[in-house]
């Protein structure tokens, strides 16, 4: 079983197509930004910070095998590929922060006389390259920040219980995982009693893949049906929720796969603490509030099939948005790669450029 959802090598990209997991383990590959956009799309490969890198390795593999004119040729089909890419999924922001990034890069190279255009090339590259290494180690980061934060949560040794909400581990990202990764480095301390993770209707992220990931990583897990979370909390004395995020708006409220908010209410009725975990590439500061959010609505399809049988009566109507809206009220805290900050302490960390 591979649990590494992205393969660059030798300027080849490939994905492990999860649409098959966890029945078959298959790599696919991508040969440019036209497929990257096509593996994002259909969610071969998902998960806020694997799509960015996706479609940022998707733009590298194009860019190696194209000759240019021009630095400012270069820098313009940059420009048109990033947003063509950033149009893959609405909803999760890293990929849309870091087309921003990269198309700010490309202008500086272009405008820099002292750069020639093989080195335009190569510092652009190189910079899309270092994205792989740079998230596993913010989710080694938010694992030891989120872990420590849990663990204040009960006395002495005392192990831990947690619930978990679609996938966020190494399927998601390019290793290890943001809420997966703080539950994964729970495991490691060996504080970790238990974990649960929702099946995640519709697309069943939490049955196919993040169970694939904690019995690949023998954990102590059990699966429960997204409607069982209440009656989780009333009798499992549960010591924290930790989930992802798609994307963090500057007053904290917080999109994620659908069914968190749901989660976050009923978590609040029962006094257990809920947490985001996500990278500051998640956070998108130029939106006020959750309010202003694009809400991806997908298919009916993922509603009403199981693969190729259908469980739904022909003939009903079905609204099918994929993620939701916490407001930042019932957020404990988010765990970052640089610490754990309260929703509203978050303007305060951009000002003083904390990003
Ligand atoms: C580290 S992944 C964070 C989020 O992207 C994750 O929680 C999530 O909602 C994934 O949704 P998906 O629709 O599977 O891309």
């Not at 909390?233 to 904290?252: E, L, P, Q, S, Y």
């Amino acid at each position: 079983m591979s649990l590494r959802a992205i393969k660059y090598e030798n300027n080849s990209l490939e994905i492990l197509d999860q649409l098959l997991l966890p029945a078959q383990s298959k790599y696919i590959q991508v040969k440019g930004v036209e497929d990257g956009w096509k593996v994002i799309n259909k969610m071969q490969v998902r998960g806020a910070p694997a799509i960015a890198i996706v479609g940022c390795l998707s733009l590298a593999v194009e860019l190696k095998a194209e000759k240019f004119d021009s630095k400012k040729q270069m820098r313009q089909e940059i420009e048109g590929k990033l947003n063509y890419l950033v149009s893959s999924r609405p909803t999760a922001v890293n990929m849309k922060i870091a087309a921003e990034e990269l198309i700010d890069l490309a202008n500086q190279l272009s405008k820099d006389e002292a750069v020639t255009l093989d080195e335009m090339k190569s510092k652009f590259l190189k910079t899309i390259e270092d994205m792989l290494a740079k998230d596993i180690a913010d989710n080694r980061a938010i694992g030891k920040y989120g872990a420590k934060e849990i663990l204040s949560r009960v006395s002495g040794d005392s192990l831990v219980r947690v619930l978990t909400h679609c996938n966020t581990g190494s399927l998601a990202t390019a290793n290890y995982g943001t809420a997966l990764g703080v539950i994964r480095t729970l495991h490691e301390m060996k504080r970790l009693e238990h974990v649960y993770c929702t099946e995640t209707r519709p697309y069943n992220q939490g049955a196919r893949l993040t169970a694939y990931e904690l019995v690949h990583d023998k954990i102590p897990a059990t699966l429960i049906v997204d409607s069982m979370v209440a009656a989780l909390m009333k009798h499992r004395n549960i010591t924290a929720v930790v989930v992802g995020a798609d994307r963090v708006a500057a007053n904290g409220d917080t999109a994620n796969k659908i069914g968190t908010y749901q989660i976050a209410v009923i978590a609040k009725h029962h006094g257990v603490p809920f947490y985001i975990a996500a990278p500051f590439t998640s956070v998108d500061m130029s939106i006020p509030s959750g309010d202003h959010i694009i809400i991806e609505e997908r298919p009916d399809r993922e509603m009403t099939h199981v693969g190729e049988h259908r469980i739904a009566a022909k003939g009903i109507a079905c609204w099918n948005p994929a993620f939701d809206v916490t407001p930042a009220s019932l957020i404990a805290g988010i765990i970052t790669e640089k610490g754990v900050y309260r929703p509203e302490q978050l303007k305060g960390l951009f000002a003083g450029g904390g990003s």
